[in-house]
Structures are given as structure tokens and as C-alpha cells.
């Protein structure tokens, strides 16, 4: 029987290669194209993404030879396909016969036909077209030994993720009634009563458009979720035919990394390999550090499973305001990244530069000057060294901290107006936290709030607006075993239907944190608030007493003699009392901007302030808590905190957990580990433009072939090493061994 666990991409390498459109160009093209394929490395091409009006011209009409011949000519050159559905787009002949097709904005104007993606995801017609394409190219091309992978579709959500036309508005009717069972269901989730805006009908129900005012909070939330599930179903439409005629071929599409419209999770379910479209911003020298958060997600989709990026530029790409090339180096240092970071292989968008349309001036693999072009120059260099790397092929990335990432609190602290705060954005600060511990040197994997947890020592949650029991208690359960659980502002707000919970938030998380928010206190604009953090001795003396205290009174041993010995802890024990009051005294924590986002919170006994906020009316109150809970502990941060202070807050929460953590950082720093059963292979990368020396595991080999003095390496600008030692307890940590310049060069 063939599953999700056997249906495997055909490949027996790391891929490389890219989207190729060869009905672009001659066939007298295709052969000089296989020729540089094989010269620069290629192993895998993607094909025939758009070509839906090449191969049907007219409806029940195909022409397949000119496919048949590129294929043909591939595979004599070695070459797999990623074989495309040509469902990305829908043909000119389909959009005229069937113009209700056509998606619509919030303002009821229908979208025309000119670009791609014009479909509206709820429409029966272009449902039951893709069913027809994907079913006519698994028969064509189902046993061909070209075919690698199918490609369904293209970019889901990347031009139309939300339609408002009136097949979707029917289509969503159905979504809520299948949600909410019927009309006195969805009234009392949508909290009708406020506004009067009770439903008596369910043809009275609309999509949510322009309003006298503020709009439902729960409808604009419910329209989010079914618009995702929306083109989820369309996704599984093509997916249920290409797994009944080929149920032995690995089915994907390609991700567009942490992309809000869509719920990754929900769509990793559907389908047997990950695959993504990385695009960071060669102009922006911190550009790595959200892809790395990118990548982190897309190795997580499938619990640690190796994945591939599909896409990424070869240099400049062709949609942002001014398109920055990549410097010589760059494209190679990106690629690695990606590689370290879990994927098994590096593809591109495309293979040759296109002459023509919208994306004639975004970069590719074979450039516009041919053989000639700088960009093929390295791709070909790229491609031979790429085949050291084939030991790190499924290997998995090791990662002790995960980041919580939940559509639900994103989709709900962007979708509505009535908020404390529209500044308060769920990616900017899932950026945030990310950034501190990659600064610190940690690879962060991303899951759900309800795990699974196992494996990992931190899990940080930057926000959990929207939460429920079952998460509260999968948080709480990791603690109780000895984790570090760290939880954002705004969290444990409101429940599913956006219901405020009882007692207001911190809600099901309450007993987890030990703290109550009374009220969220968001800081105006222009206004610059500050957290203290108390001494670093004062802390840890009162830790240390009350880890003591709380030991003895728990100990069965100690019997009626446990609360006395608790007591003399607290007080005398090892001095820690006077010790903390010394210290504080001494040692100062830091203060840091708050430019954001404050709470007024009361802490629940057994909860110990970490830092307070030093301005403004919360003046004296507590920022940041800590509570024990079992043999671990929650945090609580009910500020947004500048980098500084995000790093500073990070790295009392690592030495709290037993985890490493680099003393010294440099944004250009990046160490991810992958292994294998019996081998770490740890990939250093150098972003930045000077040189960085960071220390080794002594006996290290590196497999680009890099050179080494003792327990030092030096990476030149865009450097890479990848580091082969015994598999150890630990990954290896990698820090800085002496100061650089490599900061003030960008």
C-alpha cells in the first residue's frame, strides 16, 4: 500500500535546477538548453507551469507532442521532472466561455483576465476544469520514468486568496452552516446581539465588504479561515485525482514561506513533500534572519522531514519597487542556507532568462548574455560543488527551541479594527522573538500550540491571541516536564469566536503564567516607554532560595518539618534573602525601549517579577514575569521590547533552561546543524561582507573543502563551511572567536 511514508520525490541527490518554460523559446533551444543543464549540474527541472493554453488550445482539444519532445529530451540528458499540473492559471478560451469565473475585490468589481491566477477558488467550473487537467497530464505522463514529483497549481494565494464574488458568498453560507450546525449556532458565536446584527436567514449572510463601520470581529475572522479552506479544498481536488492515477508519486505545492493567507499546517496535511518559493531581499542585510524563520516553518510542516526550495532568485527578481542583484556570492551562501536549514536541494526561478512579458528582467540560472552571463557562471560553479554536499541529503536539523505559529491569532489580530492596538502585528513580533535567539545561536524549529513538544527544551509563543484549553494545557504539560514555556503580550485573549474569556486574559493560560491582565495598556505613537530588568544576582539569589524552599516543602520525606525547612529557606537559607537584596542593589539588568505595547498585570503568589516597567502610568509594575511550574517554569512578557532588550531577555531564558547561548553576537552569524544517525554536518555562514573567525569542534572536516587553523575557521565575505564530526549529545555551538568588522560594514 502506498502512503504519505513511501511516496518519496525520485531522486537519488540533492536537487538542482529550476522552472523551465521551454514554450517560450524554439525547439531548436531545447537541446542547447539539456547541453548546459548537464554542464552546470542540473539534475531536476520544474515544467509546464503556465502552459495550460499550449497543451489544451481549445476546449477537448490537446496538443501534447511539443511536451512529449522536452521531456524526452530531459530525460536523455539525465534530467527528472517536477512535473506541473498547467493548473496556475485557467486559458483565455475558459475565462470566455465561463466569465462568472472570474474573482471579484471586496468592491464587487470583477477581476480580468491578463495576469494569472484569475480564477475564483469556490467556482464549480474551474473546480471541475483542474480535475479534468490534472486527471488528462496523470494518464499522459503517469508512467513516464522522467516524473519526479507533481506540481499542482502554483503559489496558492500569491494574486487571488480572497474572492468575494457572489459563488464565494454562497460558497461561505455552506462553510458556516457546515461549522456552526445552524442560524441560532452561528449567532451566538458571532455575538449578534452587539450592534444588532442577528441573522434570521442564512441568504442574509455576506462575505465581509466596506461597512458603515467596524465589521463583526468573528465574521472577519470566519471569512479568513474558509478562505483558506477554500483553495485547501481546490488544492485536494487535484490531489485526490493525481494519488487514484498515480498513487506512487509524491504530490507537493509550492509554499510561499510565512505567507498569512494560508494555513500551512492544513495544507502540509494534504500533500507528501514540502516545498517553498524564498525570496529574501538582497538590499536588506538582515534579509536572512526572517528566511531562516521561513525555513524553520517549512522543515516543521512535516515534523522535521526534509523539504526543498523551489524557488529562490539566481539574482535580482523583477516585483519589488527597485530590484536589487545579488553580489557574487550571494547566490550561493542563499542556497546553503536553505540546504542547512533542512531542504535537499536548491532550485530556482527559472533556468533561462525570459525575453518577454512581466518577468523578462527577474534574474535566471542562464542569464540574458547565455554561457556568457555571471549568473550562469556561478550556477555552474554552484553545481559542482554541490555535489559535496550529498552526505547531508535526509539528514534532519537538530533544534532544541520551537516557536508557536498559529493562524488563528495571526488572522485575528489583522483582520479586525476594534483592537487595543493596530500595532501590534503577530509577524513583526514572531520576527522579533526569532531574531533574538538566531542572534544567540539557535536554530528554531516552528509548531503547533498543542505540539507535538517532545524533543525540544524551549517553546516560545510570541502571541497566542486566540487560545483554548487544549493548548493551554499541551503548554503546560511541557512545562510541567521540565520545559521553558515563554509567552507574548495579547495572549489567552479571547476564545474561537472571539469571546472574550472569563476573567479576561491571560484565560486558559492563567494558571500556567500566574498572572492576570486587568487591563492592556498599548503605548501611543511617538511615546517611548522602558522596561527594567532587575540585577541578574538578585534574581538569581531569590530563584535559588525559592527553588530551595519550594524543594523542601514538596519533599513527602520532610513530612511535618517540610514547611519549617521551607521557611528557614527563604530566609536564611544560603543566605539567599540578604544575598538578592545585596545584589540588587549592585548589579543593575538593563533598561531597555518599549516603544509598543504594555499590560497592567497582577501576579498570582509563586510568580516572581523579572523585569517592571520604568515608565509612563505602569511606572514600578511588572513587565516580565517567571512562575515554576513542575520541574520547568513560564515567562510571561507583556511588553515588546527593542532587539536589545529581546536578546537580553532571551538570554536569561536560555541559561534558565540549561541551553547555550553566544556571549558575544553578530547578526551575520549563522550556524544550523543536520544529522544523521552517526554525523553532524554543521553548516557556518558568513552574511556579511567582512571576515568572521568563529571557533570549531576540533577535528572538524569541512566538505566545501575550506581551510582551517586548529579550532578556528575564518570565513571570508558570503563565506560557507560545513562541518563533518562524530554525531555528539549536543549539536555543536558555534560562537565568534574575535572581534570582527563585519557590523559596520553594511
Request: charged share 25%.
Amino acid at each position: 500500500m502506498t502512503d504519505a511514508t513511501t511516496r518519496q520525490i525520485r531522486l537519488d541527490a540533492l536537487a538542482y535546477g529550476g522552472d523551465y518554460n521551454p514554450d517560450q523559446w524554439p525547439e531548436a533551444t531545447w537541446q542547447e538548453d539539456a547541453r548546459l543543464m548537464r554542464e552546470a549540474g542540473v539534475n531536476l527541472v520544474s515544467l509546464p507551469v503556465f502552459s495550460w493554453p499550449q497543451l489544451e488550445p481549445r476546449p477537448g482539444e490537446y496538443d501534447w507532442g511539443w511536451l512529449d519532445r522536452v521531456i524526452d529530451v530531459l530525460w536523455d540528458a539525465g534530467i527528472r521532472i517536477d512535473l506541473a499540473t498547467a493548473t496556475a492559471t485557467p486559458p483565455s478560451w475558459l475565462i470566455r466561455s465561463h466569465p462568472e469565473m472570474l474573482p471579484c475585490d471586496a468592491e464587487g468589481r470583477r477581476l480580468e483576465f491578463g495576469s494569472r491566477q484569475a480564477y475564483c477558488p469556490s467556482s464549480p467550473v474551474w473546480r471541475e476544469h483542474v480535475a479534468r487537467m490534472a486527471r488528462a497530464m496523470a494518464e499522459r505522463y503517469g508512467d513516464h520514468p522522467a516524473l519526479a514529483l507533481w506540481h499542482v497549481s502554483n503559489e496558492y494565494g500569491d494574486h487571488v486568496s480572497r474572492c468575494w464574488c457572489p459563488e464565494s458568498a454562497a460558497h461561505f453560507r455552506r462553510w458556516l452552516e457546515a461549522r456552526y450546525g445552524d442560524l441560532d449556532g452561528l449567532n451566538e458565536a458571532w455575538g449578534v446581539n452587539v450592534w444588532g446584527q442577528r441573522y434570521t436567514t442564512w441568504e442574509h449572510i455576506e462575505p465581509p465588504r466596506r461597512a458603515t463601520g467596524p465589521i463583526n470581529p468573528t465574521q472577519l475572522l470566519d471569512f479568513e479561515r474558509f478562505s483558506s479552506d477554500a483553495l485547501l479544498e481546490l488544492f485536494r481536488i487535484e490531489v485526490d485525482v493525481l494519488r487514484a492515477v498515480t498513487p506512487e508519486i509524491a504530490v507537493t505545492t509550492n509554499f510561499m514561506s510565512l505567507l498569512r493567507d494560508l494555513d500551512y499546517w492544513r495544507f502540509a496535511e494534504a500533500e507528501d513533500l514540502v516545498t517553498d518559493d524564498a525570496y529574501p531581499d538582497p538590499a536588506d542585510p538582515r534579509a536572512h534572519v526572517p528566511a531562516a524563520l521561513n525555513y524553520g516553518l517549512m522543515r516543521s510542516l512535516k515534523a522535521g522531514q526534509p523539504w526543498l526550495l523551489l524557488e529562490q532568485a539566481a539574482s535580482a527578481v523583477s516585483w519589488r519597487d527597485v530590484n536589487v542583484p545579488k553580489a557574487p556570492g550571494r547566490m550561493r551562501l542563499d542556497s546553503l542556507q536553505a540546504i542547512a536549514h533542512g531542504s535537499d536541494g536548491a532550485m530556482f526561478f527559472q533556468w533561462r532568462q525570459a525575453k518577454y512579458g512581466q518577468e523578462k528582467f527577474h534574474s535566471a540560472m542562464l542569464g540574458h548574455r547565455g554561457e556568457a552571463s555571471r549568473t550562469f557562471q556561478e550556477t555552474k560553479a554552484f553545481g559542482a560543488e554541490l555535489q559535496r554536499l550529498a552526505p547531508v541529503r535526509g539528514t534532519r536539523v537538530r533544534a532544541r527551541v520551537a516557536l508557536v505559529v498559529d493562524w488563528d491569532s495571526w488572522w485575528g489580530t489583522s483582520a479586525a479594527e476594534s483592537l487595543p492596538s493596530q500595532r501590534l502585528g503577530w509577524l513583526e513580533q514572531a520576527r522579533a522573538w526569532h531574531a533574538a535567539l538566531h542572534a544567540l545561536g539557535q536554530t528554531v524549529d516552528t509548531v503547533r500550540a498543542t505540539g507535538p513538544l517532545d524533543g525540544y527544551d524551549l517553546v516560545v509563543v510570541p502571541n497566542l491571541y486566540i487560545a483554548d484549553a487544549a493548548q493551554a494545557a499541551g503548554l503546560a504539560d511541557f512545562a510541567a516536564r521540565g520545559g521553558r514555556v515563554v509567552v507574548g503580550p495579547f495572549s489567552g485573549v479571547v476564545d474561537a469566536t472571539e469571546k472574550v474569556h472569563d476573567g479576561g486574559a491571560p484565560g486558559p493560560l492563567r494558571e500556567l503564567l500566574g498572572v492576570e491582565v486587568d487591563e492592556q495598556w498599548p503605548v501611543p505613537d511617538g511615546v517611548a516607554e522602558h522596561v527594567r530588568f532587575a540585577g541578574r544576582g538578585a534574581r538569581s539569589a531569590y530563584s535559588a532560595a525559592g527553588r530551595v524552599a519550594r524543594s523542601a516543602y514538596r519533599d513527602p520525606s520532610t513530612g511535618e518539618e517540610g514547611l519549617d525547612t521551607a521557611l528557614r529557606a527563604y530566609s536564611t537559607g544560603g543566605e539567599g534573602l540578604d544575598t538578592a537584596l545585596r545584589a540588587d542593589s549592585t548589579d543593575d539588568g538593563g533598561e531597555y525601549a518599549n516603544p509598543v505595547w504594555g499590560e497592567w498585570i497582577e501576579l498570582h503568589d509563586g510568580t516572581d517579577a523579572v523585569a517592571h516597567y520604568a515608565s509612563g502610568e505602569l511606572d514600578g509594575r511588572a513587565a516580565i514575569t517567571r512562575r515554576p511550574r513542575g520541574d520547568g517554569a513560564a515567562w510571561y512578557v507583556s511588553c515588546v521590547l527593542e532587539p536589545d532588550g529581546m536578546i537580553a531577555l532571551f538570554r536569561e531564558v536560555l541559561a534558565d533552561v540549561g541551553l547555550p547561548a553566544r556571549a558575544r553576537t553578530d547578526i551575520h552569524l549563522e550556524a544550523v546543524t543536520r544529522s544523521d544517525d552517526t554525523t553532524d554536518y554543521t553548516f557556518v555562514l558568513n552574511h556579511g561582507r567582512g571576515e568572521l573567525t568563529v571557533d570549531v569542534p576540533e577535528g572538524a572536516h569541512d566538505l566545501l573543502g575550506g581551510i582551517r587553523t586548529g579550532d578556528r575557521l575564518t570565513l571570508p565575505r558570503f563565506g560557507a563551511a560545513v562541518l563533518a564530526t562524530p554525531r555528539a549529545g549536543a549539536a555543536p555551538f558555534i560562537t565568534l572567536s574575535e572581534p570582527t568588522d563585519s557590523r559596520s560594514t553594511d
